[in-house]
């Protein structure tokens, strides 16, 4: 942490980020992904879009305010967390729990956003305001085990988990938009849409934006793991679907639990719930907003800033739940394309636009400037 004390009569601004990574398996890479090597523009390796470069961009952008002899209003922080990928606790919630002066901010700036996309020819900078809830639960389907010699006398758990499996694959929610999607629908479209016009619009304006939008229109159900008999000669008596579940920000899991029941139907299954984190928003119209959409209009004047809720889960939300400070995910970048990243991300060759770091130490002095003068 580092901090660069303000004269405490305006807000505080944190720019967080986090410093581990997911592993990297260097038969993958085309370079060593540790380092760190520049090529044509782009600096290689793990770490780079995820999120080695905002903490290189966040640390810049307050070192040189702090050279420059700039005087916030309030403070302006700068916190490089560890553990953010995994979650063991070690990371931001403890430093929340443990020391919440320290991290303890009226705005903060983190990952998750700053993405330029182009849709309908028209462009657009996505700023995360908001995440949904990471709310996997485990299914399990009951049978009567056997000996496999004889199926008809036992009651195959595996055989009757399959439909189960497929009423979640084949399981179409009801739309509905959040304040974060109904005003991202509005500019991208100049007009409000009915929950259920949006997926159609979306495909004929792009095939990008229904991908984007699909997810944030309701809950996602996604069945990843599964597990019946240890051996091959024993009819499974139970078998165990642990299903990745993605709720909206201010669904419930009991309101998803009937959601999901719904679907299933009647059956000899029970449901549990493995975790509930996340799903949490700040405000849209805040002087942070104002500082983004004044960042955007000042790098791209055609260009517009956008609420974005994100389908993934970021620290933001540590923030917003032990301190309620307004938090979004912008990292501007406009160098590399945002489909292009999206794939390099937890991904072999992951590389970030030397560009783009430096639109992001801009973007970081801009709000601090606009913020907390
Ligand atoms: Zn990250």
Same mark, same amino acid.
Request: with cysteine; aromatic share 6%; net charge negative.
């Given at each position: 942490m580092a901090r660069l004390p303000g004269r405490g009569d305006g807000p505080s601004l944190l720019l967080l980020s986090h410093t581990d990574t997911v592993v990297a398996d260097a038969s993958e890479w085309?370079?060593?992904p540790w380092s760190g090597e520049v090529r044509d523009g782009e600096i290689w390796g793990r770490g780079a879009l995820d999120m080695k470069g905002e903490v290189a961009a966040s640390a810049v952008a307050l070192a040189s305010l702090a050279r420059?002899?700039? +005087?916030?209003?309030?403070?302006?922080?700068?916190?490089a967390t560890a553990d953010e990928e995994v979650g063991d606790d070690f990371g931001l919630p403890w430093l929340c729990r443990e020391h919440p002066d320290a991290v303890r901010a009226?705005? &903060?700036?983190n990952e998750g956003g700053g993405e330029r996309v182009e849709l309908g020819g028209r462009a657009f900078y996505l700023c995360s305001t908001a995440e949904k809830m990471s709310s996997p639960f485990r299914l399990t389907v009951h049978g009567r085990g056997g000996h496999a010699s004889m199926p008809r006398i036992s009651d195959n758990a595996l055989v009757k988990a399959a439909p189960?499996?497929? /009423?979640?694959?084949?399981?179409r929610p009801e739309p509905q938009l959040g304040v974060e999607t109904d005003a991202l629908v509005v500019a991208i479209f100049g007009e409000r849409l009915e929950p259920d016009q949006v997926l159609e619009a &979306? /495909?004929?304006?792009? #095939?990008? &934006? &229904? +991908?984007?939008?699909? #997810?944030?229109?309701?809950? !996602?159900?996604?069945?990843?793991?599964?597990?019946a008999s %240890? /051996? /091959?000669? *024993? *009819?499974?008596?139970?078998?165990?679907?642990?299903?990745?579940?993605?709720?909206?920000?201010?669904?419930?899991q009991e309101e998803a639990e009937g959601i999901v029941r719904g679907a299933l139907g009647e059956g000899d299954y029970d449901l549990?719930?493995? %975790?509930?984190?996340?799903? !949490?928003?700040?405000?849209? %119209?805040? #002087?942070?907003w104002s500082a983004v959409e004044s960042f955007v209009a000042e790098v791209e004047p055609d260009a517009t800033a956008v609420p974005l809720c994100v389908a993934g889960f970021t620290d933001s939300h540590w923030l917003r739940e032990a301190f309620g400070t307004v938090a979004y995910g912008f990292f501007p970048m406009r160098a590399m394309d945002a489909r292009e990243a999206s794939r390099l991300v937890h991904s072999a060759d992951e590389r970030v636009a030397v560009d783009d770091l430096e639109l992001g130490v801009d973007c970081f002095r801009h709000v601090a400037r606009t913020l907390c003068s």
């Open positions: 085309q370079l060593d420059e002899g700039f +005087e916030p209003a309030g403070d302006l922080i700068f916190v009226d705005y &903060a700036l189960v499996i497929e /009423r979640l694959a084949a399981y &979306a /495909r004929g304006l792009d #095939p990008y &934006a &229904a +991908e984007m939008l699909e #997810p944030l229109l309701s809950l !996602t159900l996604s069945p990843t793991i599964i597990s %240890e /051996r /091959r000669n *024993v *009819v499974p008596s139970t078998c165990v679907i642990d299903v990745d579940c993605r709720l909206l920000p201010g669904q419930t549990e719930w493995i %975790e509930g984190r996340g799903g !949490t928003r700040s405000p849209l %119209e805040t #002087p942070l």
